[in-house]
């Protein structure tokens, strides 16, 4: 192995630019992934952040017991698809109201009585903001006399769910199409990195070294370029993040699984070009 790694770093420097080239090429073609993996990430997290508003309101009755709230919440928390439920006074949801909408300050501010109803807010839990869980937990509060209506947003809900859909779809299908486009430009720097080390293949053939003997030092080499292209890669996606993020509107960085998956992934294509391009090149000579 150590003779195998020598080899690789030697031929790294016998062709440096090659070499170069080869791991600008792993580069350009994970840099391409990198920035797909950054706008995809981003916009993962602006739909959870949005799903999390998912709630089911249920407004309570004017003139109800406190028992019967009490029952009505209890029953609500028991529900599987629900992770809390937090109880707005009247006086708390004027107030809500009164920040969120500057006009209601004016239009109730003067008025002896509060007319915003007392109400309790259901949140739900991940995986369970589906118009399908939604509506069952609508229609179990509606059940209850303590309540005088049950919303959710109805339409809203069925137009996030949908648009998580497509997302995930779109990013299945391009992820997937970028993925094999990136292996596709490795393969081919790689083919033509070992094809013009011909000359060094064939007289290591004449000396008697076996295939796997001449194996070792590509697949290390393609090891090496491909892991230093990784690097680049992400090295590229970070400045164009940083650029992004303070000149057009603020970003978050992939998480640190995805840069080292990143760079693995670099070398993983390379090992994987370098052993399909010297079997075959080890095959027609």
Same mark, same amino acid.
């Given at each position: ?212 003997? @001449? ?6 080499? +393609?090891? =090496? #370029? $491909? /892991?230093?292209? &990784? !690097?680049? *890669? ?19 960085? @992939? ?6 998956? +990143?760079? =693995? #992934? $670099? /070398?993983?294509? &390379? !090992?994987? *070009? ?12």
């Amino acid at each position: 192995m150590m003779q195998a790694l020598r080899e690789a770093f030697a031929a790294i420097r016998r062709a440096p630019f090659l070499s170069a080239l080869s791991a600008a090429m792993v580069a350009l073609a994970l840099f391409v992934v990198g920035l797909f993996g950054l706008v995809t990430y981003n916009m993962h997290q602006a739909l959870t952040r949005v799903e999390e508003r998912v709630e089911v309101v249920a407004y309570i009755r004017e003139g109800a017991r406190d028992d019967e709230v009490q029952v009505a919440r209890d029953v609500l928390l028991g529900l599987e698809e629900v992770s809390a439920v937090k109880h707005v006074s009247k006086e708390e949801a004027l107030r809500i109201a009164s920040e969120d909408v500057p006009e209601f300050e004016e239009i109730f501010g003067d008025l002896e009585v509060n007319p915003l109803p007392a109400s309790l807010e259901v949140e739900l839990h991940p995986g369970y903001r589906t118009p399908e869980s939604v509506e069952r937990v609508a229609a179990a509060a509606s059940l209850h006399d303590a309540f005088e209506d049950v919303i959710f947003g109805q339409e809203w809900v069925d137009r996030l769910y949908v648009l998580r859909t497509v997302a995930a779809v779109t990013t299945t299908i391009l992820g997937t199409a970028f993925a094999v486009v990136a292996a596709l430009i490795i393969a081919t720097a790689v083919r033509i990195a070992i094809f013009a080390r011909g000359d060094e293949i064939r007289i290591m053939r004449l000396v008697g070294a076996t295939n796997g003997f @001449i194996r070792r030092p590509f697949l290390l080499e +393609g090891f =090496l #370029t $491909g /892991a230093i292209g &990784g !690097i680049l *890669a992400i090295l590229m996606t970070y400045v164009a993040f940083l650029s992004a993020d303070r000149l057009i509107f603020p970003l978050e960085w @992939i998480p640190l699984e995805w840069v080292f998956g +990143g760079i =693995l #992934t $670099g /070398a993983g294509f &390379g !090992i994987v *070009a370098s052993g399909f391009a010297i079997r075959r090149y080890l095959q027609e000579v």
